[in-house]
């Protein structure tokens, strides 16, 4: 059964950092791309992040781009998404998603993590 | 980026009817759509991939079609679980995109 459990969530103020972090198991996880896709409260979805199996390759929303760092540590099974200088602007339930293994999307879903950015 | 616009936003409909939402895209996407349920205070589901290709274990009352920038999901008789927010996704490129959601409720 495939198993994705997102932790690191919590309260911080603008322009600290926060690092979110993925445990996942039930497949071969160097063997799928991961991602990252968020929630505001009340609001629809937002892709944030994704990388390839291996870690080589990575892509950002331009809203995170040079402020967020997603990586993998395929030994662990764990992704991970470092946030910094976070803005009010990124408060959400961040999911932690397994790309499907034919396109760029997730077919596997945690059950997210809520970052809440205000002084 | 490119835009994904859903209509309607939200709707109201009654358990047995038949319900279709519409995704289109800001450019062509071929076939790159994916579709997702979402209830309350839960992850996403994803429903519906390539256009029309139904997860394993998702019902054949829900279906999808389309191509090019047009694409619908519809549920052929309403079933009280199905009341959700419906969300498309293109994955032609990166970023991939949502709509913005179509909230179906109960009438």
């Known amino acids: 059964e495939v198993q994705l459990l997102e932790s690191g969530g919590g309260l911080v103020h603008p322009g600290k950092s926060l690092r979110l972090s993925c445990d996942v198991s039930g497949f071969t996880f160097s063997d799928y791309a991961m991602n990252w896709v968020r929630q505001a409260p009340g609001k629809g979805l937002e892709w944030v992040s994704g990388i390839s199996g291996s870690g080589g390759t990575t892509h950002y929303v331009d809203s995170v781009k040079g402020r967020f760092t997603i990586s993998r540590d395929n030994s662990r099974n764990t992704l991970y998404l470092q946030m910094d200088s976070l803005r009010a602007e990124d408060t959400a339930i961040y999911y932690c998603?397994?790309?499907?293994?034919?396109?760029?999307?997730?077919?596997?879903w945690g059950h997210g993590t809520l970052v809440t950015v205000s002084s | 980026a490119i835009r994904m616009t859903q209509s309607p936003s939200s709707l109201s409909a009654s358990t047995g009817d038949r319900v279709t939402i519409t995704c289109r895209a800001s450019?062509?996407?071929?076939?790159?759509l994916a579709w997702f349920q979402q209830k309350p205070g839960k992850a996403p589901k994803l429903l519906i991939s390539g256009t029309s290709t139904l997860q394993s274990g998702v019902p054949s009352r829900f279906s999808g079609s389309g191509s090019g920038t047009d694409f619908t999901l519809s549920i052929s008789s309403l079933q009280s679980e199905d009341f959700a927010t419906y969300y498309c996704q293109q994955y032609y490129n990166y970023p991939p995109t949502f709509g913005q959601g179509t909230k179906v409720e109960i009438k």
């Open positions: 450019q062509d996407i071929v076939n790159y």
């Open positions: 998603a397994k790309s499907s293994p034919v396109g760029i999307y997730c077919d596997y």
